[in-house]
């Protein structure tokens, strides 16, 4: 297993494969900003750089507020407006890629909850979506469409279940594919297929395989550490650790089975920062505290 550190000060949360580069980025604790680590996996040289949080090398939206004294804001893409949402605590906007499309979500819009689609390709305005109010969603998309369910602190006001959401590139209203557990923890997709885990109550936790609206489980489990799993090479990789434990278990994980295995281990350098993951060029890369580890497979 190979590490780039990562610079301190700040919170990384997320690691991403952009031209040829993993871009790790996170929030800095000295202000509004966002940093970006741009990392050559070859040579391990990396460049860091702060600014705008939705300045990330892609196609992106980018939050504009309005005046002072106001809530409102503007949620633009390539100069287009996507909508104009009002700013609070369970309403930030939220994005995904898949398929070649940047889907943007807000649940609080002047005109409610949308979903809009734009064109990776020519950043133009594909598709619009009205939603049920659905609060904090975790979201993915793939060559099907998007997907959207409600984390653990997310839903809809008044249902005790959430449902999952599949909106298919021609749709013009969501579909409900199921309604049978309290939230989604995490989701990823590779071509026409998605995998997420969702928790019922607080012990009941499924791996569930999507090819395109249809879905299968893969196995119930009642205890799960389990971090945000990426798709590589056939499988599903993703961290495993308890909460404050000593190590850092790295799965491979069977996409048709379910199966996982134990491919590496290293220490937990930091409770709260750890699981940010990608696989790229033959490995899979994740945040673990202040580095980047790499485990080939």
Known sequence: MNWVFLPAAVFWIAVTPIHGKLVVSGVDDRGPKCAYLSVDTQSRRTAL???DCSRTGRLTPRVLPLRAHTQWQDVRVGGRLAFRFRDASDTKVTWTYGGGSLWVYDVWTQHGAQLVRFSLENGRLEQRVRFPKLFKPVLAANDAGAFLMANP??????QRTAALYFV???????????????????????????????????RTFKLWRYDGSRGRLLWVRNRSSLFGATYGRGSLWGVEAGYCAKTVRV??????????????RAPLLDCNQVGAGAYFRGAFWFVDGNELERVRG
């Open 251 to 264: 799965l491979r994980i069977d996409a048709v089975t379910g199966a996982s295995r134990i491919v590496a």
């Open 49 to 51: 750089r702060r600014g």
């Open 168 to 202: 298919s590139t021609r749709a013009s209203r969501p579909r409900i594919l199921q309604r049978s557990s309290r939230a989604a923890l995490w989701m990823t997709a590779h071509g026409r297929t998605l995998w997420l885990e969702t928790v019922t109550g607080t």
């Open 153 to 158: 602190s997310g839903g809809v006001s008044g």
